[in-house]
């Protein structure tokens, strides 16, 4: 019995170093986002160009995800701090609104197919308020955020300002 309980004990701190070490490890991408317009029109379409890197020394693979506001977490705040409210389309992608595919919740497809070579970019372009509400001119914080399948790291961009007029 003491030596079965030794046994499931070195089995349990053997499981736990190697959870450990595997969140321990780099993310393999790095995300940029940038915009053409960072001053637009209240209504006019605030679009977003995210710049995925392979940072690793290895071959990256990535699934491709449609629509690709559904390959990121896409968030943007007002200037107090306050998150934008999500349209209907917004919910859908980010599966709160009971529509979804393959039973994970948000609209769209996925299938394999992005091997990206270390050092490599791939550039994906998103229009942000169709998934925000963006209701009355003002300064908008845009981040995006994406998980690493392997590393378990949330890899976060920068922040761009845009400047919604009237």
């Known amino acids: 019995m003491i030596q079965g309980s030794r046994r499931l004990l070195l089995v349990s701190m053997l499981a736990t170093l190697c959870s450990a070490q595997a969140q321990n490890l780099p993310a393999a991408f790095s995300l940029t986002i940038g915009?053409?317009?960072p001053t637009?029109?209240?209504g006019s379409p605030i679009q977003v160009t995210i710049t995925l890197e392979n940072v690793s020394s290895g071959e990256l693979?990535?699934?491709?995800?449609?629509?690709a506001e559904r390959q990121f977490n896409v968030i943007v705040i007002d200037t107090k701090g306050v998150p934008l409210p999500l349209t209907e389309f917004g919910h859908a992608v980010r599966g709160d609104s009971g529509a979804g595919i393959g039973g994970n919740g948000g609209v769209g497809t996925i299938r394999p197919g992005w091997g990206m070579k270390p050092g490599e970019k791939r550039k994906v372009e998103i229009l942000v308020n169709n998934s925000y509400e963006f209701k009355t001119p003002g300064q908008y914080d845009i981040r995006v955020e994406k998980t690493d399948p392997k590393s378990k790291a949330v890899v976060r961009s920068n922040t761009l300002t845009v400047t919604v007029t009237p």
């Open 40 to 42: 637009v029109r209240l």
């Open 61 to 67: 693979g990535l699934n491709v995800v449609s629509p």
């Open 35 to 37: 915009t053409r317009n």
